[in-house]
Nanobody, 118 residues
Framework: QVQLVESGGGLVQAGGSLRLSCVAP????????MGWYRQAPGKQRELVAAITSGGSTNYVDSVKGRFTISRDNAKNTVYLQMNSLKPEDTAVYYC????????????WGQGTQVTVSS
């Protein structure tokens, strides 16, 4: 059973910062595209940011300029640095690892709550 372990969520005031971390097994991390998704109450899960195995990144428009995704292949960890947080960023954030080749996988973490107070 592959586990992605997230950490770093919490309660922060608007304008503050948080950094989320997600550790994945070394057997899959280096070749996986890694992503951060979020799901707010009553809303669909949405992709916030993603980074390929080669380091290319993409972001949803609402977080561009505020959030940064990065990866450390030596630590099998993907990060999401979140700055200038807004109340509308409040959600459960999920880490995702995906790979499509001869083998395929799509794994999720358990989620970490981020709450931004106004």
């Amino acid at each position: 059973q592959v586990q992605l372990v997230e950490s770093g969520g919490g309660l922060v005031q608007a304008g503050g910062s948080l950094r989320l971390s997600c550790v994945a097994p070394g057997s899959i991390f280096s070749v996986s595209s890694m992503g951060w998704y979020r799901q707010a109450p009553g809303k669909q899960r949405e992709l916030v940011a993603a980074i390929t195995s080669g380091g290319s990144t993409n972001y949803v428009d609402s977080v561009k300029g505020r959030f940064t995704i990065s990866r450390d292949n030596a630590k099998n960890t993907v990060y999401l640095q979140m700055n200038s947080l807004k109340p509308e960023d409040t959600a459960v954030y999920y880490c995702n690892a995906i790979f499509s080749g001869f083998l395929k996988w799509n794994y999720w973490g358990q989620g970490t709550q981020v709450t931004v107070s106004s």
